[in-house]
């Protein structure tokens, strides 16, 4: 595991995080799939080993105290507790053999450095979205991944969610795509988690307008492709929160065309780290509308509330994570948020098995080669935002439906 912020601990700014993942996700997963015997040897690498106590100490209490068979004091750590060391990544890496696996929940513009590191390693990687920030990195990632002959995905889990999936099933059947608009936002207090890397390194819709692109992205496959992208963005919160130049939210529009009669769509893709505190941590919310059907999904409101004392009205979603304990053990295993990270670590299994070949996930798993639209959309709307809103034209070296973007430029009038 490298990074040991809020998705893999639960474990930001020296406390328990105030959000849905207090308990951290990719670590409780881990320490249950090593339980199950999926996993054998497990490591965790930050950048500050200094906080690793404190860190320990979390994970021992809303982990080891709380679920009956599983010991975060097994995970080995790097960097070591008196060091800060950035590239600790590698001497973590060096520690591990190639067909092993690393799982990578670090800030956006760390991922490349890092997938490349373990790549080059011989290890099977798993970034977190967005895996990159640049087309030309990622189909860096593509080849490199092709050349060392490991599987490398993104960590993309509505993919996983039932109605997500079903949704995704139905709308292949609607003919030509016509219109998507979806929505998504975190409440503003998060600024204060993210405060190391907002609006420095990333912005809003790397964060989150990566998760409903590439789920759209998802459902186009061979049907239709992106070809232009502009983007908007509101400000005047999160710069007085955190002092410094940034967008509040922002909002791609992208233009699609059909393979299957030529005719055209677009998309509108919105995300805001500026809510307030609502009964959910993240609203989510889309509509789509192809031209023989529509689809609705609220994702964040499944018709299941829950009030108590003490705490705030909430509306949960035990469908993505479920870390309240069953009788005294996790019981999160039929989670979408845990089934991302259980069928990537199945997935390498199989390979260094030499019952399935790299290749074989394509198109069953959320492969760097096949997200490689998702990538380009984010990247043009940044380029969007930093030139005033100019569109720019995605080009494709070939008109197959396969052919992913190769590069992209400003639309001149």
């Known amino acids: 595991m490298v990074g040991t912020g809020e998705y893999v601990t639960g474990f930001v700014g020296g406390k328990g995080a105030d959000s849905d993942k207090s308990t951290g ?3 409780l997963v881990c320490l249950d799939l090593k339980s199950r015997g999926k996993i054998d040897r497990l490591g965790m690498v930050g950048v500050n080993g200094k906080k690793l106590p404190a860190l320990r100490q979390h994970m021992q209490r809303v982990i080891g105290d709380v679920y009956e068979g599983l010991e975060p004091s097994v995970i080995e750590t790097w960097p070591s507790d008196k060091e800060v060391k950035p590239e600790a990544y590698r001497e973590a890496a060096a520690a591990f053999q190639p067909g092993d ?9 760390t991922h490349f450095d890092i997938a490349m590191a373990c790549i080059e390693r011989g290890m099977h990687v798993m970034i977190t979205k967005p895996p990159v920030k640049t087309l030309e990195e990622h189909l860096k990632l593509v080849e490199a991944a092709r050349k060392h002959n490991v ?7 509505k993919r996983f969610d039932p109605i997500y999936t079903d949704a995704r099933d139905r709308i292949r059947k609607l003919g030509p795509f016509s219109y998507y608009f979806a929505y998504m936002s975190q409440p503003k207090h998060q600024l204060e988690t993210f405060k190391a890397w907002a609006g420095k390194s990333s912005d809003i819709s790397y964060y989150l307008n990566s998760h409903h692109i590439d789920y759209h992205e998802w459902c186009m496959h061979g049907k239709a492709r992106p070809v232009r992208v502009s983007a908007h963005a509101s400000t005047g919160v999160a710069n007085k929160q955190l002092d410094r130049e940034m967008e509040d939210t922002i909002t791609l529009a992208v233009d699609w065309q059909n393979f299957e009669d030529g005719s055209v769509g677009h998309a509108v893709y919105t995300s805001s780290w500026v809510a307030a505190k609502a009964d959910v941590h993240s609203q989510q919310r889309w509509f789509y509308m192809g031209q023989e059907g529509e689809v609705t999904v609220d994702q964040a409101h499944r018709g299941y509330t829950v009030a108590q004392d003490g705490a705030a009205f909430a509306s949960p979603n035990p469908l993505f994570w479920k870390p309240t304990p069953s009788d005294g053990k996790f019981a999160g295993q039929r989670t979408y948020g845990y089934q991302s990270f259980e069928c990537f670590v199945d997935a390498v299994n199989e390979v260094n098995a030499g019952r399935k070949k790299v290749s074989d996930f394509d198109g069953v798993l959320p492969t760097i080669s096949t997200i490689v639209g998702t990538t380009a959309i984010l990247e043009a709307g940044r ?4 030139q005033g809103g100019v569109p720019f034209e995605l080009v494709y070296d070939s008109d197959d439906v396969r052919a992913v973007p190769v590069s992209m430029r400003p639309v001149k009038f």
């Open 25 to 27: 996700v990719l670590g």
């Open 101 to 109: 696996l690393a799982i990578i929940f670090t800030p956006d513009d």
């Open 151 to 157: 599987l490398c995905v993104a960590e993309l889990h």
């Open 383 to 386: 380029r969007s935002l930093d």
